[in-house]
């Protein structure tokens, strides 16, 4: 996982660096645009209760950084967990921890990334050229996209790069290819209740106004059915 989120930060503009006093992490930094991540690699078995304080102690790691230390990372600095999981994405114990990660105020911004090790492969597999042309291809096709919408918790290629979407903030989900034309005609065609839901959201937006990242963020995640954690 640690080579596919390497490859993403350096494709979207990021320096990369390692903190050799944690766990294995990526340190990945823009300092043109204030934008810094620190992620970090973890398996499902060791998180419980106590890892947000854990993660919230690499906080100070960054602010004692001898060379590189900004005073705009203390509020532009967002902590990635990748959690390597065994498939089973409906574990309520983990998933509750997951969540209270998340919502966890303190320090960073927090996301939880889940994978699994088949997801992995699959994309190494068959991923060649620049990653992002290719991650917009997987969330772009309609076959894996029409599978992940009727169950979410497969354990796909689709399920992860859907996820990585999500998770990974500075990733455009405005270039999806389905984005307004093609959502508009399922929309027309369907008129099921969720689809009239995510039409009546997008025409809230006035055309003269651009819609703020987190709105679109919410919309297509409620759309794709990326999975929460509740």
């Given amino acids: 996982m640690i080579r596919i989120l390497q490859k993403i ?58 060379e590189g230390y900004r005073p705009d990372m203390d509020k532009n600095i967002s902590l990635i967990v990748c959690v390597k999981r065994s498939g089973n994405f409906q574990d309520p114990i983990l998933n509750k921890i997951i969540f209270d ?19 992995v492969e699959m994309l190494l597999k068959n991923q060649r050229g620049s990653i992002m042309e290719y991650l917009y291809r997987v969330l772009n096709d309609d076959n894996s996209f029409q599978e992940h919408k009727n169950d979410p918790f497969q354990n796909t290629e689709y399920n992860l790069v859907s996820k990585l979407f999500i998770k990974l903030p500075f990733l455009n989900l405005r270039k999806m290819d389905r984005e307004l034309t093609s959502l508009k005609q399922e929309i027309i065609n369907a008129l099921t209740p969720s689809l009239l839901s995510l039409r009546d959201g997008l025409l809230r937006f006035q055309p003269e106004r651009e819609p703020d990242e987190a709105a679109w963020r919410k919309l297509i995640l409620d759309y794709i059915k990326v999975e929460e954690y509740e």
């Fill in 9 to 66: 930060f350096t494709e979207n503009g990021f320096g990369v660096q390692h903190f050799i006093s944690m766990p294995t992490n990526i340190f990945a930094l823009d300092f043109d645009r204030g934008s810094y991540y620190l992620a970090i690699f973890v398996e499902e078995k060791m998180l419980d209760h106590t890892s947000v304080e854990l993660f919230n102690s690499y906080f100070d790691e960054v602010k004692g950084l001898e």
């Fill in 101 to 119: 990660i998340e919502e966890d105020p303190y320090f960073f911004k927090k996301y939880v990334l889940t994978y699994t090790d088949l997801q």
